[in-house]
């Protein structure tokens, strides 16, 4: 039974950093996708960041540039470092697996650079609360 443990959020000024981490315990497998998703009051999950077990990253647009996703093998820990962080990214950071499965089996057709939805991913945390004020 795969469990997933987030930590790492708080409250910072515009502009701060904060790194999120995401401890997973159970066997994920040798393929999966993992990624990290945000839920704003009122508005609905979307996706920030994910990767692959062979290291491929996928990024929202207003995540380019300023996040980074990464994972510890050894550790079985998922991390995503946020940079430059602004009022806009405020919201419940949840962490997500799709145990056996990589990213790509998300979409059909045509390889896809998107991160998958939510739907494509089994496991959740229980979320981190990330707060910027100005």
């Known amino acids: 039974q795969v469990r997933l443990v987030e930590s790492g959020g708080g409250s910072v000024q515009a502009g701060g950093s904060l790194r999120l981490a995401c401890g997973a315990s159970?066997?994920?497998?040798?393929?999966?996708?993992m990624g990290w998703f945000r839920q704003a009051p009122g508005k609905g999950r979307e996706g920030v960041a994910a990767i692959d077990s062979d290291g491929g990253t996928r990024y929202a647009d207003s995540a380019k540039g300023r996040f980074t996703i990464s994972r510890d093998n050894a550790n079985s820990t998922l991390y995503l470092q946020m940079n430059s962080l602004k009022l806009e990214d405020t919201a419940m950071y949840y962490c997500?697996?799709?145990?056996?499965?990589?990213?790509?089996?998300?979409?059909?057709?045509?390889?896809?650079?998107?991160?998958?939805?939510?739907?494509?991913?089994?496991?959740w945390g229980q979320g981190t609360q990330v707060t910027v004020s100005s």
């Open positions: 159970g066997y994920i497998g040798d393929t999966y996708c």
């Open positions: 997500a697996a799709a145990p056996g499965i990589a990213c790509s089996r998300a979409f059909g057709g045509p390889p896809s650079s998107a991160i998958p939805p939510p739907l494509f991913f089994a496991k």
